[in-house]
């Protein structure tokens, strides 16, 4: 399991000065999906979608995900808690997390990344369960980016 960054989110953090993960995918929104992630960010998605993760399920003004403070290499969720409303019956795999202006499908130049689910520990994304039922509410109050200092 590792976070598999898009070419573009790469490239948007290698830019012009002032560009930083945070500042990049602030505003942003995460979808999970059935099946085994991409092996590539820059690929299309794969699987069904089962909900859209955002700072208010979808219903505010300002809905997209917010990122906290950042200290000793760890970036955790902001608030509010980030969820969503589960759109059909499925088993969560993964998730792709899109920059506030990101597109679905194959890119080498949108910011996303890609992460595996797992069911309370193991996964880059650890849910309480991961068998979700439609009209229910998935929410998710912790979860940080690490960056390794090697």
């Known amino acids: 399991m590792a976070l598999r ?3 573009g989110l790469v490239q948007g953090m290698l830019g012009t000065a002032g560009n ?8 942003g929104w995460l979808d999970i999906f059935t099946g085994s992630q991409p092996v ?3 690929y299309a998605e794969t699987g069904t979608k089962l909900a859209r993760i955002s700072s208010t399920s979808g219903t505010g003004v300002s809905d997209g995900c917010k990122f906290g403070t950042a200290a000793s290499g760890i970036l955790p969720i ?5 969820s969503g409303v589960v759109l059909v019956d499925g088993v969560a795999g993964w998730f792709r997390f899109y920059g506030s202006a990101g ?9 996303r990344f890609d992460g595996s689910i797992a069911a309370v520990s193991g ?5 309480k369960h991961t068998d979700l039922a439609a009209a229910s509410t998935v929410t998710i109050t ?4 690490t960056q390794p200092k090697e």
Not at 104 to 111: A, P, V
């Open 40 to 42: 590539s960010a820059d």
């Open 123 to 127: 996964g880059d994304l650890n849910l």
């Open 5 to 7: 960054l898009s070419s």
């Open 20 to 27: 930083n993960f945070r500042a990049l995918m602030n505003g």
């Open 142 to 145: 912790a979860a940080n980016i």
């Open 103 to 111: 597109t679905s499908g194959s890119s080498n130049s949108e910011l």
């Open 78 to 82: 902001g608030t509010p808690a980030w």
